[in-house]
């Protein structure tokens, strides 16, 4: 079993910046996949981002890529979102998700077996 909290959500203007982080309880991510996914209300769970802990490898939405970076930090176990330039469609519950490493970096949410209770984002215009 694995526990993971996310933190770091809250309100931001258009435009502005947040850092979210997730991080595993009782236990270190090597080995794992940790992925972001968010749901806005009245629409599906989407991916976000994902990161291979071991290598650092990384994979990211289409609607994110050049705004959003994922990174994982060693020393503190944890697994960071950096959201720059957010937008009004960026609001949602953000949650991180984990799965043990294998083959593809997966961006679809039943591929994960774990999950965190999420974050708030809001982004107001």
């Known amino acids: 079993q694995v526990q993971l909290v996310e933190s770091g959500g809250g309100l931001v203007q258009a435009g502005g910046s947040l850092r979210l982080s997730c991080a595993a309880s009782?236990?270190?991510?090597?080995?794992?996949?940790v992925a972001w996914f968010r749901q806005a209300p009245g629409k599906e769970r989407e991916f976000v981002a994902a990161i291979r802990w071991s290598g650092g490898f990384s994979v990211y939405a289409d609607s994110v890529k050049g705004r959003f970076t994922i990174s994982s930090d060693n020393a503190k176990n944890l697994v960071t979102l950096q959201m720059n330039s957010l937008q009004p469609e960026d609001a949602a519950i953000y949650s991180c998700a984990v799965r043990p490493s294998r083959f593809l970096l997966r961006q679809t949410k039943d591929a994960y077996d774990y999950w965190g209770q999420g974050t708030q984002v809001t982004v107001s215009s």
């Open positions: 009782g236990r270190t991510f090597s080995s794992y996949d």
